[in-house]
């Protein structure tokens, strides 16, 4: 089965408003979470990453919010701008028990549109 | 800065072939994995090393081999490419285990 799920292929938002995009997980030791961004032909870049010990990250415009309980986590991007359309991969993995790699949903596409 | 660099950026083969892509970074980083990426599925492991001449198999393993000879370098190997296949696969390090990654520019391989 998917252990990690981007239940939404794609989002359009309009200038200046929040863009939300969601992150599904399965596996109860994941205990690191990023959010990566893929414009077309490039590679995925780190946006933010955040351990399980936090519920909620800032930077910037982006912040992300875990939800352990509901094993969920979702990055928040305030006054999105055109340049944030992308498709943005979420990632998890079990670090503090020694997995050195990092599961990734299938990615959202995000547009927006001025 | 450090940089991950993926050769060749392009690779055409045919259906039988044996093709390596390579990847070196100067970052340091322990570990390194090799994912592929087709449309509309994401990123999907094919191997990854935790250190210099070690292999750890990912969920797409079968069909290829690697090779971490050197820390700064990790190889893969398509044993037996597939005709009409068509791909982008990803090199990225890390620091530690399973921490942020940095990927590489990708080598497009298709297989005619």
């Known amino acids: 089965g998917q252990q990690v799920k981007q239940s939404s292929p794609s989002l359009t938002v309009q200038e200046g408003g929040i863009s939300i995009l969601n992150c599904d997980y399965e596996?109860?030791?994941?205990?690191?979470f990023a959010w990566y961004k893929k414009y077309p032909d490039n590679s995925p870049t780190l946006l933010i990453s955040v351990r399980s010990n936090v519920d909620k990250r800032e930077d910037g415009r982006l912040t992300v919010f875990l939800n352990k309980s509901g094993k969920h986590f979702s990055l928040h991007i305030t006054a999105s701008q055109p340049e944030d359309t992308a498709v943005y991969l979420c990632a998890a993995g079990a670090v503090q028990g020694g997995s050195a790699k990092l599961i990734f949903g299938e990615g959202t596409k995000l547009t927006v549109s001025s | 800065g450090g940089i991950i660099t993926q050769t060749p950026k392009f690779l055409i083969g045919q259906e039988g072939q044996k093709l390596t892509l390579k990847c070196q970074q100067n970052f340091n980083h322990d570990t390194m994995y090799w994912y592929r990426q087709d449309s509309g599925k994401g990123l999907r492991l094919i191997y990854y090393?935790?250190?210099?001449?070690?292999?750890q198999k990912g969920d797409l393993s079968e069909g290829y081999d690697a090779s971490r000879e050197k820390k700064s370098s990790f190889s893969l190997t398509v044993t037996s490419a597939q005709k009409n296949e068509m791909a982008v696969f990803l090199c990225a390090s890390s620091i530690r285990r399973g921490s942020d990654y940095t990927f590489g520019s990708g080598t497009r391989l298709l297989v005619i």
């Open positions: 090393s935790i250190t210099e001449n070690d292999l």
């Open positions: 596996n109860d030791m994941f205990d690191y």
